[in-house]
């Protein structure tokens, strides 16, 4: 989409529970200021909507599904999707089908096999489609992807993220759909700490090593080991190992399960250093081998939770001048492979034994934690290992699954 002097950029917002709340919010505010033109709000539960007289007073007309608003004659430069995972695949190649760009939130989709005709959509649309994994638009991860990129560390080796953050039970009763494998129409949701909460820091380590600024690298094999102590049908504690198509290992520790608020932390090996975030480093800081230290900011720090609009903004800038949007499609895919390998290669997913699982009390309400689990992913994330590996008594380790050919979840179902 090409910027005019004359026009602005006209948005549709799809989904404003939970988190679309600070789009509509934020969306609002930049119409008001004249910087986008707000086109509508497409809500399928209206009580959701607790901006309703503000978008009356706007006239900015309010919608139960994104047909309803395209069938109504409707159209516009950009659809923001904050809806559910399970619709991100058919919203997005709708909008795209009626003459859209897209903006979705993260994760790009449920299924590798969606993501792929996501891309399909896209390419037959002659449209972008830009997926919101926060990091991936901040100049500190980017400035250090530039660097990986020119070959400034060399090769890089071991790449491992360490994110726990405590859910209550509210977070799990918020819509029915949180922790779910499908949603009552057979359709993948897969939702879990490493397809939700904190997709963004496994995406971030494919992203950061891909080969161009809107490239991740490609998972090859993963093994992973999947736990829960809530009562949901997916797991709430992940541990993972991945190894790229060039052989870079990627290792991934996440768990609402716990009590204790901690990361995202990661450690990232490369042949001529070492980069480094979280803990006691509040900043990105890089070590290299020869005792040179370069600091690219706190990725956090350049992040407005309650304004994400404003990537919207960064994209439709940087569509209009040309320039090539960081996370897309493709980019994002890495994370639904890696995460559907994860899926198939523990498909039971184990319970904490009942001894270990304690009820806290959180800010927000009451969970279950389990006993010495932050311990024991600390662990993991100090020594390179899985908790098997560890001879964890409660642990299970997980088959390998090569993700080389691996075009469909589950299974290897190829799409011609």
Request: a neutral charge; one cysteine or more; glycine letters at 8%.
């Amino acid at each position: 989409m090409k910027k005019t002097t004359d026009r602005i950029a006209s948005v549709v917002l799809v989904g404003v529970g939970w988190y679309g709340v600070h789009y509509l919010n934020g969306l609002l505010e930049a119409h008001a200021e004249g910087r986008l033109a707000f086109a509508g709000v497409v809500e399928p539960n209206p009580r959701n909507v607790a901006q309703t007289g503000a978008l009356a007073a706007e006239k900015i007309p309010l919608f139960k599904s994104l047909e309803e608003f395209y069938a109504a004659g409707n159209r516009c430069d950009v659809a923001v999707i904050c809806s559910p995972i399970h619709h991100h695949c058919s919203q997005t190649c709708l909008a795209l089908s009626h003459g859209s760009n897209v903006f979705c939130e993260k994760p790009v989709a449920a299924t590798i096999q969606e993501a792929v005709q996501m891309m399909r959509a896209e390419e037959s649309a002659a449209k972008w489609v830009a997926i919101g994994y926060q990091w991936s638009f901040t100049p500190a991860i980017l400035a250090l992807k530039r660097d990986i990129q020119q070959n400034k560390f060399g090769a890089p080796k071991r790449l491992k993220s360490l994110v726990l953050w405590p859910r209550d039970d509210s977070y799990y009763r918020r819509n029915n759909w949180a922790g779910a494998q499908r949603d009552t129409g057979g359709r993948w949701i897969l939702d879990s700490p490493v397809n939700n909460a904190a997709a963004h820091f496994l995406h971030n380590m494919f992203f950061v090593i891909g080969d161009a600024v809107n490239r991740s690298a490609r998972p090859a094999r993963v093994t992973g080991e999947l736990y829960r102590a809530n009562d949901i049908e997916n797991y709430d504690t992940a541990a993972l190992r991945c190894f790229t198509d060039k052989n870079v290992e990627i290792l991934f520790y996440t768990s609402h399960a716990v009590q204790t608020n901690i990361g995202p932390i990661f450690s990232f090996e490369f042949e001529n250093g070492v980069v480094e975030y979280g803990d006691e480093y509040p900043e990105i800081i890089a070590r290299f081998r020869d005792g040179a230290v370069k600091k690219y900011g706190s990725p956090e720090a350049e992040i407005t939770y309650t304004k994400p609009h404003q990537k919207v903004l960064d994209v439709l800038n940087a569509a209009g001048s040309g320039k090539k949007i960081p996370c897309g499609i493709e980019a994002a895919a890495a994370q639904t492979l890696c995460m559907n390998g994860v899926q198939e290669s523990a498909p039971e997913i184990v319970d904490f034994p009942r001894s270990l699982i304690t009820r806290v009390q959180l800010s927000g309400g009451e969970a279950r934690c389990v006993k010495g689990l932050e311990d024991v992913l600390r662990d993991c994330f100090a020594q390179d290992v899985l908790p098997n590996e560890l001879g964890v008594p409660w642990s299970k380790k997980g088959r390998e699954i090569n993700l080389i050919n691996y075009h469909w979840f589950p299974g290897e179902r190829r799409i011609s």
